[in-house]
């Protein structure tokens, strides 16, 4: 691992290399925490997108992008980015690209293919010791589509799938902690609402050789429904609440790298968005607001704050 | 039959206006097709969406080539090629446009012969009141077809808004019912397109396609950040404007967190925003310590970078 660079706010890059002009929403998230990774990562990225919103951004002949993209099936992205990396090997080892050209792989997926039909292609990779990136924005959707439930998808919250006026019945899986189990070179969560932490994770993954996974917590002002001006505010509250706890693995431990104090109460975060609505009119279900908030207390005790 | 096409952007409610209107027809007794034009439609993308109503059966699909009345429930679309607010009028084609303007003003501007409609649809003190403007625009498409009645309308607001609560419900009601009594003098105007029956479609020849290159048949982009191509600055409603007396010049903060990289440092370090790209999310306003950063309505700052009014080439 080399020295890190990103001490604070003013280290975070301020060229800003990905290019304007794509079809993602005013105010996506996702979009937000691409660029700041990618102002990290550097020109030198091959991206290997699954389907999903941000497979849309390269839409011949326009691309967002300075260095590489493939587009994969939904489940594949992991497989391909075994692809490329075994073909830029092949490439360095016959001497046909310089040590310099030589560019990271990083897989570019939602929370629908990574929560759910993308899961064994990854474990996989990571069984196989890949040395690749894999960034998960995860809006909690199929958001390219509509919206409907993933695997991702918050308890109670309101989709295009589950309508009724408990919303979702599931709980949102925990990714991280199946990558932890699958012991990854390193492992961490972002938020592109806290640019620091993120710039810092996305620098240190850079220096890591291996498998190793961003996962971007991505507020989606469509499918959660509020106004894209409220992307800052809802990814800070992520945060805050404890609902979004930012954390790394790495040397075989889980760190939390902000630990909020004292956390704030989890209403006011569902409360700004249109998809827990329910929650609040006509009636207020104290029921399933209590339960979302003895989770994120629930989760912290365990952490021993 | 009747053909209506509604224009709109991401976010203004065109599929459930489309929606309404065909709901409020089948009550009428229409056979009807409703649907939104789907495609990488976004929050500020134009957005079309398609209504047939017949009294038999609709033998016609797709999207609508003939229109008998098109909507517009966002006038700054009308000069975005894309969005291709005119295309296909022919002289007993009916446009109903949102705007404050008069019929006189759009009839010079557009030099269109057919019937033109002003409805401006924001109430006082309103920017833009986007999440009524579908229900509005349906409500008032419903009376010029001079087929739905008061009620029916009213109904079908009630049954397709529903699930969203009795509030919202009765506030897109208030709307809809004023748009549809405003436009009372023109109650029937738009009459039905005449029948338009397929051609007798021929078989292809066998062509025998000789084998493209590879690079032809699956092209490469060999330049990086093609993307500045499309102009997003035309989703823009609302401008965020630095205000450099009160600027702090830490681009780092609203730098970062602008989702489409269009913030960058400009003369003097305070930030440049690109608003051939800025698609107005706000977000910068929101994230600015020092509140340097106003929203101001487009339409008054429109003068100022006329190139976001140019669409790139496709
Ligand atoms: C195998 C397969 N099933 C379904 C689809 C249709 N599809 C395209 S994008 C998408 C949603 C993907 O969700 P996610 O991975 O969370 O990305 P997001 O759209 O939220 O960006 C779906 C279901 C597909 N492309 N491939
Ligand atoms: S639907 Fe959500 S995640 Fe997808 S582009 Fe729009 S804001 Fe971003
Ligand atoms: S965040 Fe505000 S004060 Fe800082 S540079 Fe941007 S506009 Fe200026
Ligand atoms: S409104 Fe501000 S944050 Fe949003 S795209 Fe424009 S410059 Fe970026
Ligand atoms: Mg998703």
Redesign the pocket.
Known sequence: MSEPVIKGMKDIPSEHILGAGTALCAGCGALQALHEIYDVLGENTVFVN?????TLMSVYPFTPFRGGWLYT???SAPAGAQGVRDALDILLAKKRIAPEEDMQVAVL?????TYG?GLAAASCAIDRDLDFLYICYD?E?????GNQT?AGTPHASRTATDTGAEGVPGYKKDLFGLWVANRPAYAATVIGAEPLDLARKVEKAKSIKGPKLILALSPCPVGWDYDPMETLEIGRLAVKTGIWPLKEFVDGKVVHTKTPHPRTPVEEYLKLQGRYAHLFSPKRNDALIDEIQSRVDAYWDAVGD | MFRIRFHGRGGQGMKTASHILGSAFFHEGFEVQDAPRYGAERRGAPIFAYVRAARGAINERGIIRHPDLVIVADESLVPVPAAEVLANFAPHTTLLINSAESAETWRERLNLSSPIICLPLAEAGEQAELPYMGVACAAAAARLTGVIGRESLGDTVAEELGSLGEEVVAENLRRALAAFDAMADHEGCVAEGEERLAAPAEGPDWIEMPLDLGEQATPAIHAGATSVEVRTGLWRVMRPVVHEDHCNKCVWICGSLCPDSVISTGAGGYPEVDYDHCKGCMICVAACPRHAIEAVPEHGAAGETAATHEEASP
């Open positions: 699954s389907a999903g919103c941000m099936a939904m489940a997926s939602g929370d629908g293919a039909m809006n959707g199929y958001g390219n589509t993933s």
